[in-house]
């Protein structure tokens, strides 16, 4: 079953039921209070039927069935007994004499007055007393307000009731259809959207803030990731084929041109020079990936250790200075805290060097070994280590992809490399709990700056 229908059913059945259960409680209240109200009629007959009946007093007694002729109304079926109790008649006796019901005379001689029902015959009554005498007054009469007024009461209820029904039926289908018809519009454009046309996405044509623009937001903002992932993965294939390819490609045809003819030693040994210096540079590649995916597996076990900020610098700039002698990287200490222990950090030594060794190797690599200054700073929160050069700088297009494996800014083809430094270099930030933000102008520079959180002693 839809969700949809379920919805309507389960409004509409709860408002039936609160309806049918409003309904009844007023049927059953009028007609308590029709009862109670209908004894207390028959009790004031009761008592006026006792004074004129058994008062001594003639003229008031005629002033009585005046007033009583002249102000109450006779009642359906009304019937006034007043029966002398003899010591010689039984209660039974009365009762079939009279036709009254047994149990209401019983409680009558027994209580001094009762109250009684027999069909739609309601009877009162009261035991008095006239010289020595003991009388019953007993008043009965039909409840016309029950026969008819209560039963045109629930006709009308039952009417209402069942019209109240039908709108709610139709109310519920409707305000199940007007909450759905928003959702089933995003199904339906949703399930419109494939790779081919990942670029739609779905319109938002409600003004104010609610559940269903922000469900609209949420499916394109997910789109958004999913594009982006999907046109990750297509630069993440070209660019490995290209990149694996290019080194095979030189193996194999270096191969092939060595075995087309007989050759003197030194031409088989400088071709084997040659495929093994492909052959290494298709090991670092796959070397560089497989370290890629390890750091990017947040479950990997890693070692931690207190270090300082400084030292990984100056560590990393030795490893630099050894690799590119010519290369100008200048370390600003004007920045470093007073504080000492806001240099320590948690970290691992090892992936750290890696880390600031691709960002510094791809500042004097594109800077054409230009000066790059390092600055290091920290608040009370963050480590935070600054690397500017003044190189060629990223095009504005290409800053969205850096990130990608073996992505290479469209302005670096004079340049070595194969797009993983920095990916790698992100990765392991990230196993630091730190962050990474790149800004740069093309053919001005590029500033990276790395936060690390500070260790918490």
């Keep these: 079953m839809k969700t949809q229908t ?10 039936i039921v609160l309806v049918i259960l409003f309904g009844a409680t007023i049927y059953y209240s009028l007609n308590k209070f029709s009862y109670l109200d209908f004894y207390k009629r028959l009790q004031a007959r009761v008592s006026i039927a006792a004074q004129y009946n058994l008062s001594v007093d003639d003229l008031n007694n005629t002033h009585l069935i005046a007033l009583r002729t002249k102000h109450l109304e006779k009642l359906e079926k009304e019937q006034e007994y007043i029966i002398e109790l003899l010591p010689q008649t039984t209660l039974n006796n009365i009762a079939d004499t009279y036709k009254l019901p047994l149990d209401f005379i019983e409680a009558l001689t027994k209580n001094g007055n009762a109250e009684s029902k027999k069909g739609n015959i309601l009877y009162a009554g009261a035991k008095h007393q006239k010289l020595n005498k003991q009388y019953l007054v007993i008043v009965s009469a039909e409840n016309y307000y029950v026969s008819h007024h209560l039963s045109f009461v629930r006709n009308i209820l039952i009417a209402g009731i069942s019209m109240v029904i039908l709108i709610v039926a139709a109310f519920s289908v409707y305000f199940s259809k007007s909450i759905f018809y928003p959702i089933k519009n995003i199904t339906d454009k949703v399930k419109q959207i494939s790779t081919e046309n990942i670029h739609l996405r779905l319109e938002s044509n409600y003004a104010t803030s609610n559940e269903i623009s922000e469900l609209t937001n949420t499916f394109n903002g997910l789109l958004d990731r999913v594009e982006t992932a999907f046109e990750t993965q297509k630069n993440f294939i070209s660019n490995a084929s290209h990149e694996l390819g290019t080194p095979l490609t030189a193996i194999i045809g270096e191969a ?15 071709a084997i020079q040659n495929i093994l210096q492909q052959a290494e540079r298709l090991n670092e590649i796959t070397q560089s990936l497989l370290f890629l995916a390890q750091t990017g597996y947040k479950g990997q076990a890693i070692t931690f250790e207190r270090i300082r900020m400084d030292e990984i610098i100056w560590e990393t700039k030795a490893i630099i200075d050894r690799l590119n002698p010519n290369n100008k990287i200048m370390v600003d200490l004007s920045l470093l805290p007073e504080d000492p222990t806001k240099l320590k950090l ?6 750290l060097n890696l880390a600031f060794a691709n960002i510094l190797n791809n500042a004097c690599k594109y800077s054409n070994n230009k000066p790059v200054t390092v ?19 990223i095009p504005k297009t290409d800053i969205p992809f850096i990130y990608d494996p073996f992505f290479r800014a469209s302005n670096t083809t004079l340049f070595e490399g194969y797009g993983i430094g920095l990916p790698l270099t992100r990765n392991i930030i990230h196993l630091h ?6 800004s740069s102008v093309q053919n001005e520079g590029t500033t990276v700056q790395i936060k690390i959180p500070v260790m918490v002693v």
């Design 256 to 270: 092939d041109v060595t075995l087309l003819k007989e050759r003197n030693p030194g031409e088989y040994i400088k």
């Design 375 to 393: 600055q290091i700073a920290s608040s009370n929160t963050y480590v935070i280590v600054s690397i500017q050069d003044n190189g060629i700088g």
């Design 433 to 438: 709990k730190g962050q990474v933000l790149v």
């Design 6 to 15: 379920k919805l309507a059913i389960i409004l509409g059945l709860i408002s």
């Design 346 to 351: 948690a970290g691992n030594k090892q992936l």
